[in-house]
């Protein structure tokens, strides 16, 4: 007999999780579908060698919306995260820079490369921070569903508004940030490379671009929008890597009633007469709800789940243009000691340690990373930035030892990585031993995870950790695509709960908490569906 449920839910990733536990939380029988055998989507703890444990694709926090956190009493299920002592360290050739710490320390550390620079930052701090507002407060509301009529233009009204009071230096900045490319927005703030160059980096994180890609500033923006235990903009370590947040999630959604199947990977979602009526598994059995929650991107969902027959000839169309591929290669290892920094010598653990350090020497060395990654398949000097978790969480790994997550930058998603992954991964450790001499050979042990382990471990179509890439005509509304940006998907009883919606990617919760509310609100549609 096919079991019945109120909602089920493709994946069981971090918006998956929050998405469950609000339709439970409103009374209905909710199932969360997990294809691996852990619960957490990307965002997990795994042991990759024996005695070594990190968070095996998301590394680090920021993002998730605080709402999210204390509705879902996340800290009484063990939620705890450890603010960076300074944000990030940079190694150039012959010098070194570290952003944040206490208040003056980054405009310090600017002066030593341009006394102009070290005046303009707290003004380009401010200036970013109001435009970051606008996303905190977009983050949580539903787009308006471009061509629905006069409720959405009340809609596109009520979010506009904020912007539309905004003074006419904010309205620039913003304007500046969602159509430049990042080197020309920091050309406008700074002189010296060092200090653009320690803000760039944010604008290719998990962005298949240069620097000097029209667009690439909103990706730098996106990066900044967040808090770590109320402080704004701040990034942290959650004790016991990432997947400490997915399983508290999991306990607060099991707590809420919502039954969890692990190893139930989906394989088609079921349509009749252009409703959902359930899913059914790879096992074959069947389940059915009027309801189904999409965690997993739209290039998944719709070229893969949902037959194209159940679609229009324009929304099939686009969904098959769908841009995804992040041009991310994501590598943990286990080091047996901490990197000696040939800028800044020492193997005893020390602040820029516990940061994300980053080796991005420059803009042009960004931009050429991406040149390199179109005509060649990858960076011959990739974009790398390294976190060592155990200096803050030493559950992690041996006394002694440590392990690193290595975030890496640009890689052609489309190139055979089945052929190439080894090599690339021996590039990657040569290119940090380039600037701490002993890191190759302080290695144990090696975790891989070129742009097609992502997409056949985690779903993730073209190894995009965003679920589609986050540019201008990929956002808000047009998340994944005009017309269905509030979650809803063109399937009565379909809807969309995961990154591939706005507001995008990252670890925030906003997916899954806007798609539960679209469909809570929708109650009386489904009261309708379940009775047709």
Same mark, same amino acid.
């Given at each position: 007999?096919?079991?019945?449920?109120?909602?089920?839910?493709?994946?069981?990733?971090?918006?998956?999780?929050?998405?469950?536990?609000?339709?439970?939380?409103?009374?209905?029988? #909710? *199932?969360?579908?997990?294809?691996?055998?852990?619960?957490?989507?990307? +965002?997990?703890?795994?042991?990759?060698?024996?005695?070594?444990?990190? %968070?095996?694709?998301?590394?680090?926090? %920021?993002?998730? *919306?605080?709402k999210v956190i204390a509705d879902m009493r996340l800290a009484d299920y063990g939620y705890r995260v450890i603010e960076r002592t300074i944000s990030n360290f940079f190694p150039f050739a012959d010098t070194y820079l570290?952003?944040?710490? $206490?208040?003056?320390?980054?405009?310090?550390?600017?002066?030593?490369?341009?006394?102009?620079?070290?005046?303009?930052?707290?003004?380009?701090?401010?200036?970013?921070?109001?435009?970051? &507002?606008?996303?905190?407060?977009?983050?949580?509301?539903?787009?308006?569903?471009?061509?629905?009529?006069?409720? !959405?233009?009340?809609?596109?009204?009520?979010?506009?508004?904020? =912007?539309?009071?905004?003074?006419?230096?904010?309205?620039?900045?913003?304007?500046?940030?969602?159509?430049?490319?990042?080197?020309?927005?920091?050309?406008?703030?700074?002189?010296?490379?060092?200090?653009?160059?320690?803000?760039?980096?944010?604008?290719?994180?998990?962005?298949?671009?240069?620097?000097?890609?029209?667009?690439? !500033?909103?990706?730098?923006?996106?990066?900044?929008?967040?808090?770590?235990?109320?402080?704004?903009?701040?990034?942290?370590? %959650?004790?016991?890597?990432?997947?400490?947040?997915?399983?508290?999630?999991?306990?607060?959604?099991?707590?809420a009633g919502v039954e969890i199947s692990l190893e139930s990977p989906v394989s088609r979602v079921l349509v009749d007469g252009g409703k959902a009526r359930g899913v059914k598994l790879e096992s074959g059995e069947e389940?059915?709800?009027?309801?189904? +929650? $999409?965690?997993?991107?739209?290039?998944?969902?719709?070229?893969? =789940?949902?037959?194209?027959?159940?679609?229009?000839?324009?929304?099939?169309?686009?969904?098959?243009?769908?841009?995804?591929?992040?041009?991310?290669?994501?590598?943990?290892?286990?080091? %047996?000691?901490?990197?000696?920094?040939?800028?800044?010598?020492?193997k005893a653990q020390a602040e820029h340690h516990t940061a994300g350090i980053i080796i991005a020497p420059g803009m042009d060395y960004m931009d050429q990373a991406f040149i390199d990654a179109q005509q060649h398949g990858?960076?011959? @000097?990739?974009?790398?930035?390294?976190?060592?978790?155990?200096?803050?969480?030493?559950?992690?790994?041996?006394?002694?030892?440590?392990?690193?997550?290595?975030?890496?930058?640009?890689?052609?998603?489309?190139?055979?990585?089945? &052929?190439? *992954?080894?090599?690339?991964?021996?590039?990657?450790?040569?290119?940090?031993?380039?600037? +701490?001499?002993?890191?190759?050979?302080?290695?144990? $042990?090696?975790?891989?995870?070129?742009?097609?382990?992502?997409?056949?471990?985690?779903?993730?179509?073209?190894?995009?950790?965003?679920?589609?890439?986050?540019?201008?005509?990929?956002?808000?509304?047009?998340?994944?695509?005009?017309?269905?940006?509030?979650?809803?998907?063109?399937? @009565?009883?379909?809807?969309?709960?995961?990154?591939?919606?706005?507001?995008?990617?990252? #670890?925030?919760?906003?997916?899954?908490?806007?798609?539960?509310?679209?469909?809570?609100?929708?109650?009386?549609?489904?009261?309708?569906?379940?009775?047709?």
């Amino acid at each position: 007999m096919t079991k019945t449920y109120d909602a089920l839910i493709i994946g069981g990733g971090h918006n998956g999780l929050v998405c469950a536990f609000y339709l439970a939380k409103a009374g209905m029988r #909710v *199932r969360v579908l997990e294809r691996r055998h852990v619960v957490g989507g990307a +965002a997990v703890t795994e042991e990759f060698h024996p005695g070594f444990r990190n %968070s095996t694709a998301s590394y680090t926090v %920021s993002l998730l *919306r605080p709402k999210v956190i204390a509705d879902m009493r996340l800290a009484d299920y063990g939620y705890r995260v450890i603010e960076r002592t300074i944000s990030n360290f940079f190694p150039f050739a012959d010098t070194y820079l570290k952003l944040g710490g $206490a208040p003056g320390r980054t405009e310090a550390e600017f002066a030593r490369f341009s006394k102009k620079d070290a005046e303009a930052y707290p003004l380009y701090d401010a200036a970013l921070e109001k435009v970051a &507002q606008v996303l905190r407060d977009l983050a949580l509301q539903v787009p308006p569903n471009v061509g629905g009529g006069l409720s !959405a233009l009340v809609a596109a009204a009520r979010q506009g508004w904020p =912007m539309a009071q905004m003074d006419l230096s904010t309205q620039r900045d913003l304007l500046d940030i969602f159509t430049k490319s990042a080197r020309d927005f920091l050309d406008g703030w700074f002189e010296d490379d060092h200090v653009k160059s320690a803000f760039a980096f944010d604008a290719v994180v998990g962005n298949y671009a240069g620097v000097s890609t029209p667009g690439s !500033a909103y990706v730098l923006l996106h990066h900044v929008f967040g808090e770590v235990n109320g402080k704004l903009g701040a990034w942290g370590h %959650s004790v016991g890597g990432m997947g400490a947040i997915t399983q508290a999630m999991a306990r607060a959604c099991e707590d809420a009633g919502v039954e969890i199947s692990l190893e139930s990977p989906v394989s088609r979602v079921l349509v009749d007469g252009g409703k959902a009526r359930g899913v059914k598994l790879e096992s074959g059995e069947e389940l059915a709800a009027p309801i189904v +929650a $999409a965690n997993v991107g739209p290039a998944l969902l719709y070229r893969q =789940m949902v037959d194209s027959t159940d679609l229009d000839a324009d929304f099939n169309r686009r969904m098959k243009s769908y841009k995804t591929g992040s041009g991310t290669f994501r590598m943990n290892v286990a080091l %047996s000691e901490l990197p000696d920094f040939t800028v800044l010598p020492g193997k005893a653990q020390a602040e820029h340690h516990t940061a994300g350090i980053i080796i991005a020497p420059g803009m042009d060395y960004m931009d050429q990373a991406f040149i390199d990654a179109q005509q060649h398949g990858w960076s011959k @000097k990739p974009i790398v930035e390294i976190k060592i978790p155990s200096t803050v969480d030493d559950s992690l790994a041996p006394g002694g030892c440590h392990v690193a997550s290595l975030f890496c930058q640009q890689f052609d998603p489309t190139l055979d990585w089945d &052929q190439h *992954r080894e090599e690339v991964a021996d590039l990657i450790i040569d290119t940090v031993t380039d600037h +701490a001499p002993n890191f190759k050979n302080a290695v144990i $042990a090696r975790q891989i995870h070129s742009p097609l382990d992502l997409e056949h471990k985690f779903g993730l179509i073209g190894g995009d950790i965003f679920h589609g890439t986050m540019g201008i005509d990929q956002l808000w509304a047009a998340r994944p695509v005009l017309g269905h940006g509030d979650y809803r998907s063109p399937i @009565k009883g379909l809807y969309m709960c995961g990154s591939g919606t706005h507001p995008g990617g990252g #670890v925030t919760g906003a997916p899954g908490h806007n798609a539960a509310h679209v469909i809570l609100g929708d109650r009386p549609l489904i009261r309708k569906i379940l009775r047709s």
